[in-house]
């Protein structure tokens, strides 16, 4: 195995490691890392844990949001994601906006928790120049508590610099997701959403440094075949799903959800921060707030892109929105498809095995051509 995709599969989220300035967790697509970047801080992309019960965050949530969101709340309070100076939470859906209020008022009403301080960041994606001078403005107000958390002042030379490097990032990570859509490819979709996942976790440069690293030794990696699947529907923040869905002979070759293609497909350009802003205003299409019709287009296009032999739609219990685009989604492709709907968090249950397994043995997309 390439000694830089061991490394990055090996990384487990949630610590400090080496860095020596404070850290910041964050949750959702829509938190503009960037600034946490320039201000010397280490942007940490929170997760869940579907194989701990969410007993400390069902107490504050209730059992009626998104397991996933329950699991970061439990994490937090138990301790699970480590020492964090500061929490950002966007509000990229209704959970993540629950989860925000839970901690303010947790921090207000339970100060013996010791929580750390925590910042709502409100990205809208409408395509309008008054959505853009809003969205500024609640950067603006990021940049400002990133200073204070960080004790310096983030001057655009900073800020610049850090847009640019993780521009850069994605860049790589563009680069690294081609090599799955390869024919053979030469990553599995766990294998590519556990690398995703690291340089969500690793300070920028030592993340662009692994990916570079990665690249370079690509020819060496190993071969993966399997029926080729576009994924769609829920966010998937551990690779549990993944590999039950490859153990079964597919290949996850793309996805739409923003803790894969999503996160890294757009890039911002300019360095500055009205571009930023741009960057995360048009980013997506996220099943939450894009249309019906938006979702199913870029679904066709990606789908297409990557070579898909099928369409498979995951939708994870409390989280309707996918299902809002999957019959669209799936007449758009005109791919084989199966909608698994309701699944538990982090799994499959013997429904979603079957219809899967209902599906493996349809013929390739280049047979049926």
Known sequence: MSAALAQLLSHHTGGRGAHPGP???YVGADVPVEYLTAAGL???RL?????TPSTTGDRYLG???DPAARSVLTRLLDGGHGPLDGVVVSRDCEASTRLFYALRELRRVEPSRALPPVHLVDVLHLPHRTTTRYVRAKLAQLRA???TWAGRTVDDTALAAAITAHDRLRELLARVADLRRARPAR???TEMLTVVAATTALPVDRATQLLEQLLAEADGLPEHEGTRVFLTGSPH???HVYARIENMGFLIVGEDHDRGDLLYRRRTGTPTETALAERYQHNGPAAPRAAIRTRAEHTRRQAEECGADVLVGYARLRDDAPAWD???QAAATGLPSVFLSRQPYGGLDDGATEALAALRPAAPAEALR
């Open 23 to 25: 850290v910041i967790g």
């Open 326 to 328: 999957y019959a669209a």
């Open 145 to 147: 508590t990133a200073e």
């Open 237 to 239: 923040d551990t690779a």
């Open 63 to 65: 059992t009626g949001l």
């Open 47 to 51: 997760g869940g844990d579907p194989h």
């Open 42 to 44: 280490l942007p940490v």
């Open 187 to 189: 990553l599995s979709g």
